[in-house]
Each structure stands twice: as C-alpha cells, then as structure tokens.
Nanobody, 116 residues
C-alpha cells in the first residue's frame, strides 16, 4: 500500500524558512518522480515543484523559483522541500504526490502558515 506522510509544517514569520519532509513507503521510491503541491484556502491545488526519480532534474512554479528547493534521499525514501524567504502568499496546506500505475497518491498534507 502506497503511503505518503508529510511533516515539517508550522507557523513562521515572513522571511523565515521551513523544511518539509515526505516519508514514502509501499512502492520503489527511487523509480518515480515526486511532486509537491499546495492548496491555499479557497484556491485550487497547484503544483509547486517536481523532481525526477534520481533527482537530476527539478522544476518549479514561477512564484517559488529561487526561494524553494526540492530534493530527495532515495536511500531514506524521503522527499524534501526547503522553503526560504517565505511570504504570506505561501500559506497553504502542502502535499506530496506520486503518480503510479495511472493513479495519483497523496499524503494527508502539512499546514504552512506565514504570518507576523
């Protein structure tokens, strides 16, 4: 059974940093690209960052480029999102995602709130 468990969210002041983690199990983590999404209140879920299976290729939504870094540790079956220079508009629930066998799998999400 595929399981994705996010952690690391919290309340942070504007300009601060957080590091999100996503622990994966139930599939061969190193075989799949992984993605971070976020959903702000009243908005649609949006793709934030994607990383290839071995981590050599990454891509970001324009609003986070230069501030967020996606990475992975295939030995630990863990996906990360380092978020720096956080802004109030980054406030959202953050989810990790894997597309496997024609199906999308999601974690439960972790809340990130950027506020003074």
């Amino acid at each position: 059974e595929v399981q994705l468990v996010e952690s690391g969210g919290g309340l942070v002041q504007p300009g601060g940093s957080l590091r999100l983690s996503c622990a994966a199990s139930g599939f061969t983590f190193s075989d799949y690209a992984m993605t971070w999404y976020r959903q702000a209140p009243g908005k649609e879920r949006e793709l934030v960052a994607i990383i290839s299976s071995v981590g050599g290729t990454t891509n970001y939504v324009s609003s986070v480029k230069g501030r967020f870094t996606i990475s992975r540790d295939n030995a630990k079956n863990t996906l990360y999102l380092q978020m720096n220079s956080l802004k109030p508009e980054d406030t959202a629930v953050y989810y990790c995602n894997v597309q496997r066998g024609g199906r999308a799998y999601w974690g439960q999400g972790t809340q990130v709130t950027v506020s003074s």
